[in-house]
């Protein structure tokens, strides 16, 4: 099964709104939480993550929210720019084994 | 700075042909990641090194795919034989530790014809 999954493959968002973007994992042994971004014909690069000892971490426009009871966290893009348009893809490992699973991404859309 | 370097950059097989992608992780990086990506599945984890040792073998992936890590500076993915399916961008990744970024090579475009 999936473990990490990404319900929506796309989201399109206007010039200065704010962008929402959801994980959900099915393995509560997880304890690092990294939200990557990846251009076309790029390699995907780490944006932000999280460990499990906080529910939010703030950056700039970036904020991660994680819900451990949920299984779920996000990440908020706020004041959303046609530069931010690309796949965003959610990743997390923990336990005993550091391997990092990824979802499928959502491409966000700016449109100016 | 050198980061995570893969050769070739793009690779076209034929069907039942023997290719060997090449990874160089960042040096001191402990842990090593290959993945394959494709617009369907994403990024599919084939596998993953260790301090050299491997840990995760990509269960539906053994049979045809096998990676190496001969030295802590090089590894190798064989797949062997290619088939169609096979084409995506296969990408390999290392980090220092557990839990912690992963820095991406540019991938090797896999093409079999």
Redesign the interface.
Known sequence: GQQVKQSSPSLTVQEGGISILNCDYENDMF??F?WYKKYPD?????LI?V?SNVDKREDGRLTVFLNKSGKHFSLHITASQPEDTAVY?C?N??GS?????????TLLTVTP | DAGVTQTPRHEVAEKGQTIILKCEPVSGHN?L?W?RQTKI???E?LS?F?SKSL??DGGAFKDRFKAEMLNSSFSTLKIQPTEPKDSAVY?C?S?P??????F????TRLTVV
């Not at chain 1, 550091?98 to 979802?103: A, D, H, I, V």
């Open positions: 304890d690092y990294a790029n390699s995907p690069t780490l993550s460990r893809l990743a490992s923990g084994n550091y391997k990092l699973t990824f979802g499928k991404g | 842990d990641f993945y599945q994403g990024l984890l993953y260790r840990m995760e990408l990744a980090s530790t557990g839990n912690t970024e992963v991406f090579g540019k991938g």
